[in-house]
Nanobody
Framework: QVQLVESGGGLVQAGGSLRLSCAAS????????MGWFRQAPGKEREFVAA????????GYADSVKGRFTISRDNAKNMVYLQMNILKPEDTAVYYC?????????????????WGQGTQVTVSS
């Protein structure tokens, strides 16, 4: 089992940047495909990005492609989400998640462990 804790959220103006971090404990992160999801008020949780176990592959939602970058440091048991050119529609609670599947997944149902989330608010 792995425990996940997100950090790095906050309030930023449109066009700005934030870097989210996800710290894992309990088990080595290299055993998991890692993903970021977000949930805005009144909306369902949606896929943002995911990265394979060895960082050899990544996947992004169309809405963030070219603006967000997911990365991981297995030695430090950390996953990151660099968010650039932020837009008001990026406002949401962002969640880090771990999946025991072998390949990148975009459905939240494929993720076994979740963090508590970190709030990102982008003002216009």
């Amino acid at each position: 089992q792995v425990q996940l804790v997100e950090s790095g959220g906050g309030l930023v103006q449109a066009g700005g940047s934030l870097r989210l971090s996800c710290a894992a404990s309990g088990r080595t992160l290299s055993s998991y495909v890692m993903g970021w999801f977000r949930q805005a008020p009144g909306k369902e949780r949606e896929f943002v990005a995911a990265i394979s176990r060895s960082s050899g592959g990544t996947g992004y939602a169309d809405s963030v492609k070219g603006r967000f970058t997911i990365s991981r440091d297995n030695a430090k048991n950390m996953v990151y989400l660099q968010m650039n050119i932020l837009k008001p529609e990026d406002t949401a609670v962002y969640y880090c998640a771990a999946s025991t599947t072998a390949i990148i997944r975009r459905s939240s149902n494929d993720y076994n462990y979740w963090g508590q989330g970190t709030q990102v608010t982008v003002s216009s």
